[in-house]
């Protein structure tokens, strides 16, 4: 079975950036949604957003202009660049095909920690 595992996580103080990269095989690179979800401490694991093939982006309302989603064929990778950041944003970061329904599609993989410190 195949797992998405996403990696970059670090410590970051509010206001920062930070790049977290997601290695996608195929075929699910080129003919899937992959979505980037967080699970915040004590939270259930909530889609930030997703991409699929070469379309604009989808965000969830508290991410959108901060994060950004894109795709990189020369390394099979959809990356989530996030700006701005704030303390809220602090959680365990994962990647994960999206099923049409929009719900994840395989099992999870390793996660990667980001938090942001005030």
């Known amino acids: 079975q195949v797992r998405l595992a996403a990696s970059g996580g670090a410590l970051v103080q509010a206001g920062g950036s930070l790049r977290l990269s997601c290695l996608v095989p195929?075929?699910?690179?080129?003919?899937?949604?992959i979505g980037w979800y967080r699970q915040a401490p004590g939270n259930e694991r909530v889609l930030l957003g997703s991409?699929?093939?070469?379309?604009?982006?989808e965000y969830v309302d508290s991410v959108q202009d901060r994060f950004t989603i894109s795709k990189h064929t020369a390394n099979n990778t959809v990356d989530l660049l996030m700006t701005s950041l704030k303390p809220e944003d602090t959680g365990v970061y994962y990647c994960?095909?999206?099923?049409?329904?929009?719900?994840?599609?395989?099992?999870w993989g390793q996660g990667t920690q980001v938090t942001v410190s005030s």
């Open positions: 991409i699929i093939y070469d379309r604009r982006a």
């Open positions: 195929e075929p699910f690179f080129s003919t899937n949604r």
């Open positions: 994960n095909v999206v099923s049409p329904w929009r719900e994840p599609a395989l099992d």
